[in-house]
Structure formats: C-alpha cells, structure tokens
C-alpha cells in the first residue's frame, strides 16, 4: 500500500502540511498586494486561516474569510473567477512538479468558535464549572 493511499484516512503527512502552509502564504500575500484586479476583492481585506492539501498534492482547500465577515458569497465567487490566475502565480513562486487545483470555502472557524464561547456561557455550563470551583478549594483546604 502506497504511503499517500495511507494517509487518505489519518493525519495529513509532513509534506502536505509543508505544502499547504506554503500556498497559504503565497496566496495571503497574493492577497494583500491586490494582484488580482477585481473590484469585489479590492474592496476586502481577505485572511487565509488555513489551506487544507489532498494526499497527492494536486488539490488545495484554501479557506478564506474577509475581513468582517460579510460578503463572503461574492468574495469566494470572485476568487473562483481568478483560480487560473492565481494558480499560475502560485506555480511561479513554489516550485512543485504541479501546480495543485485550488477551490475555496468560507472559513467557518470563527463561527465555531463562537458557538463554542456561547456553550461556554450559558447557564448550565457554568453552574457546573462554578460547583466543579467549589469542590476544588473544598479539597484543597
């Protein structure tokens, strides 16, 4: 069994790993230099959190988000229109045998996150972690 077969299923191996973080800041600073005429994305400011690689490295997730968090829908099909564009720049600056496809999705981590911070206050949550307090300074004293 060939290693990128392997590791379809677990983690992603250090290559892709080494990879993705290179497409990501290529494509961040791509970006911010506002290389890519078009006027949806001149007028964001656009992060790329994280970029996600197929085990055969010929596919790139690159999740974006604008700054604030509105318009994304018309900022990804932007992007979309640009793939080519930006694929090839990116094969210009990182020297790989391909250059890999690129899609983009909205990064929902910061809606996880919040989601995760309103779980963390509601009221249930914090009676327990307030009586899980309690029972500790009961044993420590």
Same mark, same amino acid.
């Given at each position: 069994?060939?290693?990128?077969?392997?590791?379809?299923?677990? *983690?992603?191996?250090?290559?892709?790993?080494?990879?993705?973080?290179?497409?990501?800041?290529?494509?961040?600073?791509?970006?911010?230099?506002?290389?890519?005429?078009?006027?949806?994305?001149?007028?964001?400011?656009?992060?790329?959190? $994280?970029?996600?690689?197929?085990?055969?490295?010929?596919?790139?997730?690159?999740?974006?988000?604008?700054?604030?968090?509105?318009?994304?829908?018309?900022?990804?099909? *932007?992007?979309? %229109?640009?793939?080519?564009?930006?694929?090839?720049?990116?094969?210009?600056?990182?020297?790989? %045998?391909?250059?890999?496809?690129?899609?983009?999705?909205?990064?929902?981590?910061?809606?996880?996150?919040?989601?995760?911070?309103?779980?963390?206050?509601?009221?249930?949550?914090?009676? $327990?972690?307030?009586?899980?307090?309690?029972?500790?300074?009961?044993? *420590?004293?």
């Amino acid at each position: 069994m060939s290693r990128a077969h392997h590791q379809q299923g677990g *983690a992603p191996s250090q290559r892709m790993l080494r990879v993705a973080e290179l497409i990501r800041h290529t494509l961040s600073d791509l970006l911010s230099r506002s290389i890519v005429n078009d006027p949806v994305l001149e007028g964001h400011v656009i992060t790329v959190p $994280d970029v996600r690689m197929s085990p055969d490295l010929k596919l790139a997730t690159a999740f974006v988000m604008p700054l604030g968090g509105k318009d994304i829908n018309s900022v990804i099909e *932007a992007l979309d %229109r640009h793939k080519k564009f930006l694929r090839s720049e990116i094969a210009q600056r990182i020297h790989l %045998r391909f250059a890999p496809d690129i899609r983009f999705k909205a990064d929902e981590s910061f809606d996880y996150g919040d989601k995760i911070d309103a779980l963390l206050a509601s009221p249930q949550v914090r009676r $327990d972690l307030d009586a899980t307090h309690t029972e500790t300074q009961k044993a *420590a004293d």
